[in-house]
């Protein structure tokens, strides 16, 4: 977009019980670049999205990308948790589904992330997935989360580099497990999109709690206690940014079309010093 150094997308947990294609023309009427689709859901609970190749959801997702310029940037998600089973499929097919499905999509990656307390045997499923994911140009991204197995950025940036593949930097886990600057920095080459959102200095003392904030309530970017414009100075100033920021309580009030404008005006918010310096030292 005119002014911006890097592009700006709506992730689907923003608002997850929308559909993909509604999700796309939302994304266009509040000013977003791309979005985020999941194609696999990650509870019992959420409604379930069928974007496999031939059916009408998808092409409808795809209409409306072309009507609108939209583009899918990411999909998501699958939990490996070491079963070799996702919701009682073969995980392996499972993963070749979400890639056939993202593929379609225009995708270039696909969030994955480590509930398997054998990193070992999981940096080999994520090796496998990396190799499976090169014939549908889609390259897995691992997401390092605080509660779950692989929670920091260099452990998830050596399982990353051994795979072959990347991962996705996500400002609330970062904050709450504990992430650095310098370790950001050491694993920048690694990380080729960024979800933000914010939240306060101190999380919740327990895991439900943490899965509580992450998935139905964090916080507007700019409005809580994050640094967001130091997290993302310690990133190359292109990295695109999707704005991951679930909030039940504010859907709820404002409804799907204002809350994305608020996350897309909060995003432009604290982008903007930062892609005006970027753009200034383009110029020199």
């Known amino acids: ?79 490996l948790d070491g079963t070799g089973l996702q919701n009682g499929m073969d995980q392996r097919e499972a993963w070749l589904q979400m890639m056939e499905a993202g593929q379609a999509l225009g995708a270039s990656s696909l969030t994955v992330a480590c509930a398997d307390p054998d990193v070992d045997r999981f940096g080999d499923h994520l090796a496998q997935m990396t190799h499976d994911g090169r014939a549908y140009g889609i390259v897995p991204t691992l997401e390092p989360i605080a509660y779950q197995a692989v929670r920091s950025i260099p452990q998830a940036a050596g399982l990353a580099r051994r795979a072959g593949c990347q991962i996705v930097v996500d400002a609330l886990h970062f904050n709450r497990f504990g992430g650095t600057l310098d370790e950001l920095a050491a694993a920048a080459d690694t990380v080729p999109l960024v979800q933000l959102c914010d939240g306060p200095a101190v999380g919740a003392a327990d895991r439900a709690g943490l899965v509580t904030e992450s998935r139905s309530e964090r916080g507007v970017p700019g409005e809580g206690d994050f640094d967001l414009a130091a997290m993302l100075s310690a990133l ?37 010093p930062l892609d005006t310096t970027a753009l200034t030292r383009s110029k020199k």
Not at 27 to 55: C, H, K, M, W
Not at 243 to 265: C, I, N, Y
């Open 1 to 79: 977009m005119k002014g911006q150094a890097r592009r700006l997308g709506l992730a689907q947990l923003s608002l997850v019980g929308t559909a993909p294609p509604d999700l796309v023309t939302i994304a266009a009427q509040a000013g977003f670049d791309f979005i985020g689709a999941r194609v696999r859901p990650v509870t019992a609970t959420e409604r379930p999205y069928n974007l496999q190749p031939g059916s009408p959801m998808l092409k409808e997702t795809l209409a409306r990308m072309a009507d609108t310029g939209v583009t899918v940037e990411d999909i998501e998600f699958l939990l």
């Open 236 to 272: 190359p100033e292109t990295v695109p940014v999707s704005v991951e920021t679930p909030s039940d309580s504010r859907v709820a009030a404002q409804g799907e079309l204002a809350w994305a404008k608020t996350l897309k005006a909060a995003a432009d918010s604290v982008l903007a």
